[in-house]
């Protein structure tokens, strides 16, 4: 073919059947796809936002408000939406707490974007004014925030009740908020420089059915959910533990061995060798002068019977996790080889018998650290609920006393920083100028969601909000209980500073992350019609329903 001839011929590049986006239909796309997600979690928002069931395809049932749980738990196949995911892992892992909110102020972003798109506003510029509005919103937090000392447990109680208020812990939430405070009180240490160290590691939480939350206990040192390793053992000990994660038994001959024996004095002897082997073990441990043995491999029926013989507490396929937390509560090394191991590998505590719980106490020394929050409730699923709503607790009591600042909730910070960005946005030049009044309008989600999930006019919420702010009511916020828009500080209504420092920069990053995306390009189907659920849209319908947001499994 001559070149005259290829002129105006389009060139194939991609496969039959591949599909693909550009310009502003990927846009539109996407943008659905991440408003899809945070309309999912929207309704979870606050203290009264309600919750969701999602059942696995096993059939497994988990009954949540918390924003990430949500969102891991959905069986979400559109990379677009995953993105979206991402700020609410990004935000549990940074802050603990505030996914919901994060998810929902990037959802809004997109959707003022969206807007600013059709006016032929060019992404470049609504990313770079998202971008100013996030700096100045992080400014403008720290502006707002107030510092509170970190031993004022009063503060920290209201911190950690704010964070499980609309949770399933919220029912006891005066007890639990004590136990938060006590537990991250107890693993807090100050560095050399003056700053505080909130070290979660040193905490466990260990949860049983049966009773309520109230009867939850923060317990000085691990809880070893086994019974007694022999019935001739002591039940309680004090002194030297070793800790082994090797077994106490002799090893499995292969499988294909044989062993011929041709007179009964020989397997006698072979019965006594073995005997011996076992007792050698324990002649070992007793010589290393353990008073308690703790293992997380198996325990030989003949070893347990010499270790009683010997009045040694011991415990059996205890789990890793357990095993690497009683390291550092009695202060002993974990011991492979047990001919290797020496006095100074073993550590010092108490361990207990819980006959009511069923469970082993074991507490270290004077230098010990560690502490185990243990949780009740009464099913399965409530107890779930109760120790997602404690873990985040911890989480925000943890920050506040790492950084000593938070801020009023019920939507106040987001009113505030929202009306000064507004301001901000006078003397910003360009079209940047309308990003950035749309950036202050999507921190409007938070407060007209709480309205919302609470059952109050929303529109009527964000009037008497931004007139209590316009008359230099930093602390205003949404009073959810009395429907009233007051000094969420002196309410109790206290949230970390960190957690929407985050929640901030999160949401800007996944929306212009989204915004800069002009072309898709799948070698599956692109097709953005929900296929088992049609019903059940997203924002104007486009999305299907989650179900429907598998339709790009593979694309890029």
Known sequence: MSQQQMQGQPMIVLGEDAQRMKDESAQEHNIAAARAVAESVRSTLGPKGMDKMLVTSLGDIVVTNDGVTILDEMDIDNPTAEMIVEVAETQEDEA???????????????????????????????????????????????????????????????????????????????TLAGLVVDAARAVTVEADDGSYVVDLAYLNTQTATGGSAGDSELIEGSIIDKDPLHEDMPTEAEGDVLLLDSPLELEEADVDTQVSVTDPDQLQDFIAQEEQQLKDLVDTIVDLGADVVICQKGVDDMVQHYLAKEGILGMRRVKKSDLEFLREVVGANIVSDLDAATAEDLGHGTVTRDENAGHYVVEGGEDAHGVTLFLRGSTDHVVDEIERGVQDALDVVADTITEGTVLPGGGAPETEVAARLRDYADGVSGREQLAVEAFADALDVVPRTLAENSGL??????????????????????????????????????????????????????????????DIISAGDLSTEGDEDPGAGGPGGGMGGMGGMGGMGGAM
């Open 96 to 174: 603990g707490d505030g996914t919901t909110t994060a998810v929902s102020v990037a959802g809004e972003l997109l959707k003022g974007a969206e807007e600013l798109l059709e006016q032929d506003i060019h992404p470049t510029a609504v990313i770079k004014g998202f971008t100013m509005a996030s700096e100045q919103a992080r400014e403008e937090i720290d502006d707002i925030a107030v510092e509170v000392d970190r031993e004022d447990e009063e503060v920290l109680r209201k911190v950690a009740e704010t964070s499980m208020t609309g949770k399933g812990a919220e029912q006891h939430k005066d």
């Open 457 to 518: 006019d929303p529109i009527d919420t964000l009037v008497d909000l931004r007139s209590a702010h316009d008359d230099g009511r930093v602390r205003a916020g949404l009073n959810v209980f009395s429907g009233d828009v007051e000094d969420t500080f002196e309410a109790g209504i206290v949230e970390p500073a960190h957690a929407k420092r985050q929640a901030v920069s999160s949401a800007t990053e996944a929306a212009n992350l989204v915004l800069k995306i002009d």
